[in-house]
Protein backbone atom coordinates (compact mmCIF):
# COMPACT_ATOMS: atom_id res chain seq x y z
CA UNK A 1 0.00 0.00 0.00
CA UNK A 2 1.07 3.52 -0.87
CA UNK A 3 2.99 4.84 2.53
CA UNK A 4 4.20 8.92 3.34
CA UNK A 5 5.57 7.65 6.41
CA UNK A 6 9.09 8.88 6.55
CA UNK A 7 11.26 5.67 6.05
CA UNK A 8 13.33 6.80 8.95
CA UNK A 9 10.05 6.87 10.85
CA UNK A 10 8.95 3.77 9.83
CA UNK A 11 9.37 1.25 13.18
CA UNK A 12 9.13 -1.93 11.03
CA UNK A 13 12.29 -0.54 8.76
CA UNK A 14 14.31 -0.62 12.01
CA UNK A 15 16.32 -4.23 13.05
CA UNK A 16 16.12 -5.80 16.75
CA UNK A 17 19.54 -4.03 17.10
CA UNK A 18 18.26 -0.56 16.05
CA UNK A 19 14.89 -0.88 18.28
CA UNK A 20 17.54 -2.27 21.05
CA UNK A 21 19.10 0.75 20.92
CA UNK A 22 15.81 3.02 21.32
CA UNK A 23 15.31 4.99 24.72
CA UNK A 24 13.01 2.72 25.95
CA UNK A 25 11.18 5.50 28.30
CA UNK A 26 11.17 8.50 25.95
CA UNK A 27 10.42 6.70 22.81
CA UNK A 28 6.68 7.16 21.25
CA UNK A 29 5.28 4.36 18.98
CA UNK A 30 2.43 5.53 17.12
CA UNK A 31 -0.40 2.85 16.10
CA UNK A 32 -2.42 3.27 13.20
CA UNK A 33 -6.21 1.84 13.01
CA UNK A 34 -8.12 2.35 10.29
CA UNK A 35 -10.73 0.33 7.77
CA UNK A 36 -11.12 -1.46 4.50
CA UNK A 37 -14.44 -1.05 3.24
CA UNK A 38 -16.66 0.91 0.73
CA UNK A 39 -16.00 4.19 0.18
CA UNK A 40 -19.16 4.92 -2.43
CA UNK A 41 -18.89 4.67 -6.34
CA UNK A 42 -15.74 6.80 -6.20
CA UNK A 43 -13.48 6.38 -3.46
CA UNK A 44 -11.07 3.17 -2.95
CA UNK A 45 -11.60 0.76 -0.02
CA UNK A 46 -8.61 1.42 1.35
CA UNK A 47 -9.80 5.50 1.86
CA UNK A 48 -9.45 5.69 5.26
CA UNK A 49 -6.45 4.00 5.49
CA UNK A 50 -4.71 6.17 3.27
CA UNK A 51 -6.21 8.88 4.84
CA UNK A 52 -4.09 7.81 8.13
CA UNK A 53 -0.83 7.35 6.32
CA UNK A 54 -0.93 10.75 4.50
CA UNK A 55 -1.75 12.36 7.74
CA UNK A 56 0.43 10.38 10.31
CA UNK A 57 3.33 10.40 7.61
CA UNK A 58 3.12 14.03 6.96
CA UNK A 59 2.91 14.83 10.35
CA UNK A 60 6.01 12.88 11.36
CA UNK A 61 7.96 14.54 8.41
CA UNK A 62 7.99 17.66 10.99
CA UNK A 63 8.93 16.75 13.73
CA UNK A 64 12.86 17.15 14.78
CA UNK A 65 14.70 14.76 13.01
CA UNK A 66 16.58 13.33 16.61
CA UNK A 67 13.31 13.06 17.92
CA UNK A 68 13.02 9.02 18.64
CA UNK A 69 8.91 8.77 17.17
CA UNK A 70 7.86 5.74 15.12
CA UNK A 71 5.06 4.64 13.33
CA UNK A 72 4.10 0.87 13.35
CA UNK A 73 2.66 -0.52 10.83
CA UNK A 74 -1.26 0.24 10.41
CA UNK A 75 -3.97 -2.43 11.61
CA UNK A 76 -5.76 -1.71 8.66
CA UNK A 77 -8.86 -3.86 9.23
CA UNK A 78 -11.08 -2.21 11.74
CA UNK A 79 -15.06 -3.05 12.82
CA UNK A 80 -17.07 -1.48 9.93
CA UNK A 81 -19.99 -3.18 10.45
CA UNK A 82 -21.98 -0.32 9.50
CA UNK A 83 -20.82 -1.22 5.83
CA UNK A 84 -21.80 -4.95 5.64
CA UNK A 85 -23.64 -5.46 2.51
CA UNK A 86 -21.94 -3.09 0.39
CA UNK A 87 -19.22 -5.43 -1.69
CA UNK A 88 -15.43 -5.42 -0.53
CA UNK A 89 -16.05 -4.22 3.29
CA UNK A 90 -13.84 -6.34 5.27
CA UNK A 91 -14.90 -5.94 8.88
CA UNK A 92 -13.92 -7.64 12.07
CA UNK A 93 -16.08 -8.01 15.24
CA UNK A 94 -14.90 -5.51 18.23
CA UNK A 95 -13.85 -8.15 20.23
CA UNK A 96 -11.29 -9.44 17.14
CA UNK A 97 -9.78 -5.77 16.68
CA UNK A 98 -9.58 -5.11 20.90
CA UNK A 99 -7.92 -7.76 21.26
CA UNK A 100 -5.06 -7.11 17.90
CA UNK A 101 -4.79 -3.83 19.73
CA UNK A 102 -4.46 -5.86 23.38
CA UNK A 103 -1.70 -8.11 21.92
CA UNK A 104 0.21 -5.77 20.13
CA UNK A 105 0.58 -3.72 23.35
CA UNK A 106 1.60 -6.79 25.16
CA UNK A 107 4.59 -6.97 22.60
CA UNK A 108 5.72 -3.24 23.01
CA UNK A 109 4.95 -3.51 26.80
CA UNK A 110 7.66 -6.85 26.54
CA UNK A 111 9.69 -4.85 24.34
CA UNK A 112 10.27 -2.18 27.51
CA UNK A 113 8.86 0.67 25.52
CA UNK A 114 6.72 2.90 27.80
CA UNK A 115 4.55 5.43 25.36
CA UNK A 116 2.13 4.41 22.89
CA UNK A 117 -0.45 6.39 20.87
CA UNK A 118 -3.21 4.88 18.94
CA UNK A 119 -3.89 7.01 15.77
CA UNK A 120 -7.71 6.37 14.57
CA UNK A 121 -8.88 7.36 10.97
CA UNK A 122 -12.32 4.86 11.26
CA UNK A 123 -15.51 6.16 13.15
CA UNK A 124 -16.85 2.97 13.94
CA UNK A 125 -13.34 2.23 15.76
CA UNK A 126 -13.68 5.31 18.07
CA UNK A 127 -15.44 3.87 21.07
CA UNK A 128 -13.07 0.80 20.84
CA UNK A 129 -9.76 2.99 20.13
CA UNK A 130 -10.80 4.73 23.59
CA UNK A 131 -11.56 1.40 25.73
CA UNK A 132 -8.27 -0.05 24.42
CA UNK A 133 -6.36 3.21 25.38
CA UNK A 134 -7.37 3.03 28.90
CA UNK A 135 -7.09 -0.93 29.07
CA UNK A 136 -3.66 -0.98 27.95
CA UNK A 137 -3.07 1.90 30.38
CA UNK A 138 -4.41 -0.52 33.34
CA UNK A 139 -2.94 -4.03 32.03
CA UNK A 140 0.41 -2.91 31.40
CA UNK A 141 1.07 0.22 32.59
CA UNK A 142 1.69 1.69 29.57
CA UNK A 143 1.32 5.64 29.25
CA UNK A 144 -1.20 5.29 25.97
CA UNK A 145 -2.46 8.57 24.00
CA UNK A 146 -5.39 8.62 21.36
CA UNK A 147 -5.68 10.72 18.58
CA UNK A 148 -8.28 10.71 15.66
CA UNK A 149 -8.51 11.87 12.31
CA UNK A 150 -7.97 15.54 11.74
CA UNK A 151 -7.43 17.34 15.38
CA UNK A 152 -8.18 20.92 15.25
CA UNK A 153 -8.27 21.69 11.88
CA UNK A 154 -10.74 24.43 11.06
CA UNK A 155 -12.03 23.37 7.14
CA UNK A 156 -13.05 26.86 7.00
CA UNK A 157 -14.45 26.50 3.14
CA UNK A 158 -16.51 23.38 3.86
CA UNK A 159 -20.59 23.94 4.87
CA UNK A 160 -21.63 23.36 8.14
CA UNK A 161 -23.84 20.90 6.78
CA UNK A 162 -20.73 19.05 5.49
CA UNK A 163 -18.88 19.13 8.23
CA UNK A 164 -21.49 17.85 10.84
CA UNK A 165 -22.92 15.43 8.53
CA UNK A 166 -20.40 14.08 5.99
CA UNK A 167 -19.42 11.71 7.84
CA UNK A 168 -17.95 9.28 5.01
CA UNK A 169 -16.74 9.34 1.19
CA UNK A 170 -17.61 13.43 1.78
CA UNK A 171 -15.95 16.36 1.04
CA UNK A 172 -13.24 16.28 3.18
CA UNK A 173 -11.95 12.85 2.32
CA UNK A 174 -12.22 12.77 -1.35
CA UNK A 175 -10.27 15.91 -0.84
CA UNK A 176 -7.78 14.60 0.48
CA UNK A 177 -7.49 11.61 -1.72
CA UNK A 178 -7.60 14.01 -4.49
CA UNK A 179 -4.43 15.50 -3.23
CA UNK A 180 -2.57 12.14 -2.47
CA UNK A 181 -4.05 9.77 -4.75
CA UNK A 182 -5.78 11.42 -7.45
CA UNK A 183 -5.59 8.50 -10.07
CA UNK A 184 -7.36 6.33 -7.57
CA UNK A 185 -10.35 9.41 -6.99
CA UNK A 186 -13.27 8.24 -9.70
CA UNK A 187 -14.48 12.01 -10.36
CA UNK A 188 -17.26 11.23 -12.47
CA UNK A 189 -19.24 9.04 -9.88
CA UNK A 190 -19.73 11.21 -7.38
CA UNK A 191 -22.98 10.67 -5.09
CA UNK A 192 -24.74 12.77 -2.27
CA UNK A 193 -26.73 11.44 0.54
CA UNK A 194 -27.20 12.59 4.24
CA UNK A 195 -28.00 11.24 7.75
CA UNK A 196 -29.54 14.03 8.86
CA UNK A 197 -29.43 18.13 8.00
CA UNK A 198 -28.49 21.03 10.31
CA UNK A 199 -31.56 22.99 8.80
CA UNK A 200 -33.78 20.51 10.33
CA UNK A 201 -32.69 19.50 13.36
CA UNK A 202 -34.26 16.56 15.04
CA UNK A 203 -34.28 15.42 19.09
CA UNK A 204 -32.27 12.27 18.41
CA UNK A 205 -29.39 12.19 16.46
CA UNK A 206 -26.83 9.89 14.10
CA UNK A 207 -23.98 10.35 17.09
CA UNK A 208 -22.37 12.84 19.36
CA UNK A 209 -25.49 13.94 21.41
CA UNK A 210 -26.92 12.58 24.62
CA UNK A 211 -29.58 10.60 22.82
CA UNK A 212 -28.50 8.45 19.56
CA UNK A 213 -29.74 6.16 16.83
CA UNK A 214 -27.84 3.72 15.46
CA UNK A 215 -27.74 3.15 12.00
CA UNK A 216 -26.56 1.34 9.31
CA UNK A 217 -24.95 2.73 5.79
CA UNK A 218 -27.38 1.06 3.73
CA UNK A 219 -30.21 2.62 5.78
CA UNK A 220 -29.60 5.75 4.05
CA UNK A 221 -27.35 5.69 1.31
CA UNK A 222 -27.82 3.17 -1.75
CA UNK A 223 -24.53 4.31 -2.89
CA UNK A 224 -22.75 4.64 0.39
CA UNK A 225 -21.58 8.14 0.67
CA UNK A 226 -22.52 10.01 3.55
CA UNK A 227 -21.97 13.43 2.58
CA UNK A 228 -21.19 15.45 -0.47
CA UNK A 229 -18.06 14.86 -2.48
CA UNK A 230 -18.54 17.15 -5.44
CA UNK A 231 -17.23 20.22 -3.88
CA UNK A 232 -13.81 18.46 -3.62
CA UNK A 233 -10.45 19.81 -5.02
CA UNK A 234 -6.98 18.94 -4.62
CA UNK A 235 -5.71 22.20 -3.50
CA UNK A 236 -8.04 22.09 -0.75
CA UNK A 237 -7.38 18.84 0.36
CA UNK A 238 -3.47 19.98 -0.18
CA UNK A 239 -4.13 22.37 2.62
CA UNK A 240 -6.08 20.53 4.69
CA UNK A 241 -3.35 17.83 5.08
CA UNK A 242 -1.04 20.97 5.73
CA UNK A 243 -3.17 22.01 8.93
CA UNK A 244 -4.12 18.79 10.20
CA UNK A 245 -0.72 17.40 9.56
CA UNK A 246 1.00 20.83 12.12
CA UNK A 247 -1.91 19.97 14.48
CA UNK A 248 -1.12 16.17 14.70
CA UNK A 249 2.83 16.57 15.03
CA UNK A 250 2.09 19.56 17.78
CA UNK A 251 -0.19 17.06 19.82
CA UNK A 252 2.24 14.17 18.94
CA UNK A 253 5.37 16.33 20.39
CA UNK A 254 2.95 16.39 23.50
CA UNK A 255 2.73 13.04 24.36
CA UNK A 256 6.12 12.34 23.55
CA UNK A 257 7.48 14.84 26.38
CA UNK A 258 4.21 14.01 28.76
CA UNK A 259 5.00 14.01 32.32
CA UNK A 260 1.65 13.31 34.24
CA UNK A 261 0.89 15.13 36.94
CA UNK A 262 1.32 12.45 39.55
CA UNK A 263 3.85 10.02 39.90
CA UNK A 264 1.11 7.12 38.99
Known amino acids: MKTWIPDARNFAYLTW ?28 LATDTLCNNLLLGTALSLLPAELPVYALPPIC ?12 TLSVSSSTFMAVIRDLGASIHASGFQKLALYNTHGGNTSLVDVMARDLRAEFGLRTFSLFGSPGASFQEVSTQERTYGFHAGEIETAFLLHGTPELVHVEEYSANYIARVDKPELLKPEG ?12 APSGVLGDPTAATAEHGRAWVSEAARKIAELLLAMYDFVPRHSA
Not at 209 to 220: E, M, Q, V
Open 17 to 44: KQVDALPRDKTLLILPTAAIEQHGHHLP
Open 209 to 220: SSANFAWLTRDI
Open 77 to 88: YGKSNEHIGFPG
